[in-house]
């Protein structure tokens, strides 16, 4: 089983629908979690942390279930913007980091 | 928030040579990586690049073949010595407190022919 493991995609979407991806990892010992966006041909950039409690930031909320072991993101009102390629990232401690392969979004007008 | 400057964006290069990325940060930072990102595939971490001391390397990639730099706190520099056509690849710095609340740099794109 892979560390970190999300749906490749590809998730076509219309403007405006609701999306979510999800991601598993394998090492219950993991601290802390992130969603990373990257854009085609582009270096990652960090979208958002992913706390216990559930986050939300405008469109997007990220959610972490420690029982099962996975991740979410969750995009609202999908726009064209959005577009891109999702990474999951989980830290297990000693700053051993662990990307997920993306999943890729691709919302379409 | 930190901009890394990375060079070149892109290079071809014979199989049998080496080529040295370089990253620039803007400001100080406490942590620098470097990841390679085949085709399709998730990030890899290299090693971590240490100011004043060797790099921290992860399991697979050792420092002949990938020998680091990092003279002070906004600069580092990675070298692919001996290339092969298995090293074509993205290759990535990143720099920032942590290595997951990091920025990146725009990357490398290296074919080796």
């Known amino acids: 089983r892979k560390e970190v493991e999300q749906d490749p995609g590809p998730f076509n979407v219309p403007e405006g629908a609701t999306v979510a991806f999800n991601c598993t990892y394998s090492n219950s010992a993991s601290q802390s979690f992130f969603w990373y966006r990257q854009d085609c041909r582009k270096e990652p950039k960090l979208l958002m942390s992913v706390y216990s409690s559930g986050n939300e930031d405008g469109r997007f909320t990220a959610q972490l279930n420690r029982a099962s072991q996975y991740i979410s993101l969750l995009i609202r009102d999908s726009k064209l913007s959005d577009s891109a390629t999702y990474l999951c990232?989980?830290?297990?401690?000693?700053?051993?980091?662990?990307f997920g392969t993306g999943t890729k979004l691709q919302v379409i007008p | 928030s930190a901009v890394i400057s990375q060079k070149p964006s892109r290079d071809i290069c014979q199989r049998g040579t080496s080529l040295t990325i370089q990253c620039q940060v803007d400001s100080q930072v406490t942590m620098m990586f470097w990841y390679r990102q085949q085709p399709g595939q998730s990030l890899t971490l290299i090693a971590t690049a240490n100011q004043g001391s060797e790099a921290t390397y992860e399991s697979g990639f050792v420092i002949d073949k990938f020998p680091i730099s990092r003279p002070n706190l906004t600069f580092s520099t990675l070298t692919v010595s001996n290339m092969s056509p298995e090293d074509s690849s993205i290759y990535l710095c990143?720099?920032?407190?942590?290595?997951?609340?990091?920025?990146f740099g725009q990357g490398t794109r290296l074919t080796v022919v």
């Open positions: 990143s720099g920032g407190r942590t290595n997951t609340e990091a920025f």
């Open positions: 990232v989980v830290e297990g401690g000693y700053q051993k980091v662990t």
